[in-house]
């Protein structure tokens, strides 16, 4: 997969040079590619934003050096061999980047992310590339960052770790919060490891059981408890079909 970041703070992106992502990198499924927008500026000040028509607080990033980056960075993943780019605009007011999200990126073979800093891009950028490449605005929760850069090092990590061979073991991700299955919807219960006893703290004896079937009960009615308790809402959308299923299978 093929990944360009154009900002206005590349050593913002140096995180991906670090642990899963900067392995992959290394390895080869990620070819990461991060770019300077002021690059692409032309006056002596290298402006990339101006003050928003209709007047308002803040500043509004330029249509010229977006157009200008997207246009080079474009034609520059095409030249080396990539095809079907899509482009990954990071704002508080998209849609909302979930698993599903990642999922479906970790299958497109080329992602190209702008994330902004100011009150975001001039409209025209992204209307003008939606007429030529799939567009995303995506918000990775409901709060609001200063710029777009650490969302793209959200969902970077979260995309790179489904690429085949990036995570060492391929179960890894079966349990995962948020993994389609019998415990979709559910957050992950609490896991142990040794010692067995630490400061007077043991172990729940169904782990030391050795009994598959009643581990799984045992982690799943964790796993329910835990997301009553932490996430309601996902309660209400999980379907108790799937958990009768289970148990009768186990
Ligand atoms: Cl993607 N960008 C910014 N600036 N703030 C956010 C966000 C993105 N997602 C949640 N808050």
Not at 5 to 27: H, M, W
Not at 126 to 140: H, K, Q
């Amino acid at each position: 997969m093929r990944l360009d970041v154009v900002t206005i703070f590349p050593e913002y992106l140096d995180p991906l040079n670090v642990s899963l992502v900067g392995k992959a990198r290394a390895r080869g499924p990620l070819d990461v590619h991060v770019h300077d927008l002021r690059r692409w500026t032309h006056d002596r000040h290298n402006t990339v934003d101006d003050t928003p028509y209709g007047g308002g607080p803040g500043m509004v990033m330029k249509t010229c050096p977006w157009g200008e980056a997207i246009d080079t960075v474009t034609a520059d993943g095409y030249e080396q061999g990539a095809a079907r780019p899509a482009l990954v605009v990071p704002t508080p007011s998209g849609r909302p980047f979930t698993q599903e999200t990642a999922v479906r990126l970790s299958r497109r073979p080329w992602l190209i992310f702008t994330p902004a800093r100011y009150e975001g891009i001039d409209r025209r950028v992204i209307d003008e590339y939606g007429t030529r490449m799939p567009v995303l605005e995506l918000s990775i929760g409901d709060y609001v960052l200063a710029g777009g850069e650490a969302a793209v090092l959200v969902m970077v990590e979260a995309v790179a770790r489904l690429l085949p061979g990036v995570l060492g073991n391929a179960e890894s991700h079966r349990d995962d919060s948020f993994a389609p299955g019998a415990m979709a919807d559910l957050l992950e219960g609490p896991v142990y490891t040794k010692p067995p006893m630490w400061r007077g703290r043991g172990v729940p004896e169904v782990l030391l059981s050795g009994h598959h079937g009643r581990i799984a009960r045992w982690r799943r009615d964790e796993a329910l408890r835990r997301t009553a308790e932490h996430r309601p809402d996902l309660v209400e959308r999980c379907d108790p079909a799937a958990f009768d299923k289970q148990d009768r299978a186990t």
